[in-house]
């Protein structure tokens, strides 16, 4: 075959999984600008009645979060959530320890119950398993869900909110293998307290789902084994298990970096494997799903420290297109996994490590916030395993990758299909053939892609529009048959009737 033509197959009956639109959220930590100056900034001329900003509103509501899981993080670990509710006076001020910075608690759980409400999201709450108690976590169950005439739904009506929130989702604490986190435990200790509060709290409330804190990463020394032990013994308690992992291009070396993807798949395959295990150990009928509940690129902006300051600039990532090109990919990862991994959150939503960053006169789009728009917006229904034959790349790190990532939708209630490609190659453009079978679409209505020459360029307060997609004239299909010239280093997402 020529080797600058791709060929692409979709075959609607070649149907991974239903995709879960729990994939499609995002993680709102008490950590640099992310809450304060962020989501709540009251004072703001844009701001409403509760902080959000008229301007932060908008573009969240584009991103269309479906869940967003909070309060942390790091910060989950020496949190009390009984400082974060009832007066806001009465709240007190806290040297906050896992970053540095003072605290004023002005934002607590009501607070964000209400931004979800608003924002048509379902909330994902973190517990405290660091200086937390498994009696803390239960009444915190108690506090959100359960109807008035008990200490703690009593003390949620005090504070003027009688109807429970229904909290359906809990994590059972944050990266606890990890020696940076408050109070981190061993594999043991943090499964006996994992069983024993995911025990108490379905006792408060039977409906909700827990999801058990997996590894912080691949490259911690008691990965997979944590996972392993931890669902051996909680597998009864636990509904998800959570993954978390950030990419980074620390080597500067873009073929790499742009073949990481294979990386995302084989972090997946590996706990898809070790649930598989587990449960044929246990011999047990249940199954039990992932969450990869903190994702994302960062590792140019690693100040960490608030130095006891309030809302510190921390963690305040600028994007570039090699980024959105890997945010890009990881969403296909999701895609063709979504019959294992069933939630995904983006780390984070606003101004840390985040697509929207702010300052007090507007706020900017970064290049990963149209990735995550595009896919949240076309990927629904089904997925469809596509068969790729393309070029390879060489990368010095992952080895040969095809020059095409790609990943395909079919909704079954409106027959709408969306394949979604990046182009990995630097230089070249490539000329792609897509060969539909099955559910053929009668032509592509839409095409969208974002591209740029540079991998380096980013949207700045100064050039906020450097990197933003460019809908293209829709494509003919015929014989089932589409043809189009991908750019380089480009995202392109074909919608289809
Ligand atoms: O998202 C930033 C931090 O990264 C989170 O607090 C922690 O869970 C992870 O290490």
Known sequence: MNQKLARIILDTDHVIGTIDPLLFGGFAEHLGRCVYEGVYEPGHPLADAEGLRSDVKAAMEELA??????????????YDWLDGVGPKNQRPSRRELAWFSIESNQFGTNEFLQLCRKLKTEPMMGLNFGTG????????????????????????????????????????????????????????????????AA??????????????????????PTYPDWDRTILETCWDQTDYLSLHRYADNRANDTDSY?????????????????????????????DVYLSWDEWNVWYKNMEMNGKWGSAPH????????EDALVVAQWMSVFLRKCDVLKMACLAQIVNVIA???????????????????????????????????????????????????????????????????????????????IEWRGMTPACIVEVHQLSGLDPKSSNTFEAPRTIVPKTLDGMTVKDGRGHLKLPALSLTVLVSV
């Open 355 to 433: 697509p929207i960053l702010t300052n007090k006169n507007g706020l900017v789009k970064q290049t990963v916030f149209y990735p995550f728009a595009m896919y949240r917006k076309y990927a629904a229904g089904e997925s469809i395993r596509p068969v790729v034959i393309a070029p390879m790349i060489t990368s010095k790190q992952h080895g040969d990758v095809p020059a095409l990532d790609v990943s395909a939708t079919r909704d079954p209630s409106t027959g709408k299909q969306a394949t979604f490609i990046v182009h990995r190659n630097q230089k070249e453009s490539i000329e792609t053939e």
């Open 258 to 286: 742009l073949a990481g993807a294979v990386e995302f798949e084989n972090h997946i395959d590996v706990l898809s494997a070790t649930l598989r295990f587990v449960k044929a150990k246990l011999r047990s009928k249940k």
């Open 133 to 196: 108690t498994i009696e803390g976590s239960a009444a915190l169950v108690e506090y959100c869900n359960a109807p008035a005439g008990t200490k703690y739904a009593d003390l949620r009506k005090s504070h003027g909110f009688t109807e429970p929130w229904d909290v359906k989702y809990w994590c059972l604490g944050n990266e606890m293998d990890g020696a940076w986190q408050i109070a981190h435990l061993d594999a043991q200790d943090y499964a006996k307290k994992a069983r024993e």
């Open 199 to 220: 025990k108490l709290m379905k006792w408060q409330d039977p409906s909700i789902k827990t999801i058990l804190c997996g590894s912080s990463g691949p490259g911690m």
């Open 65 to 78: 979060f479906t869940t967003i899981r909070y309060p942390g993080g790091n910060f989950v670990s020496g």
């Open 314 to 321: 921390l963690l305040e990532e600028v994007y570039n297109l």
